[in-house]
């Protein structure tokens, strides 16, 4: 019974060792990124660039408008008579 154990434990050790091993191995897609095909046309890229600039102004707008709202409710909640320690 003692011998069977000990087959068991090495065997889970062997395994343990081989799961180990295996990760740490380096992706190559993590370690060099992916690689990018630039056989795209120049009005493709043109296009992306554009809509992309345009999705970060549309991001810049409503971060602007979402603080606006935030200061409009912090100056009502300021002007009602409450105690403070609730808020705390």
Excluded at 31 to 51: C, D, F
Excluded at 53 to 78: E, H, N, P, V
């Amino acid at each position: 019974m003692k011998l069977r154990n000990l087959i068991l434990l090495a065997v889970g050790i062997a395994i343990g060792y081989k799961i180990a091993a295996k990760m740490r191995e380096d992706d190559p897609n993590v370690v060099t990124g992916p690689r990018r095909e630039s056989n795209g046309s120049r009005t493709v890229r043109t296009v992306s660039a554009q809509a992309q600039r345009l999705a970060d102004q549309a991001t810049m707008k409503s971060l602007d408008m979402i603080k606006r709202a935030r200061g409009s409710l912090r100056d009502r909640m300021g002007d009602y008579e409450t105690d403070d320690a609730v808020w705390n």
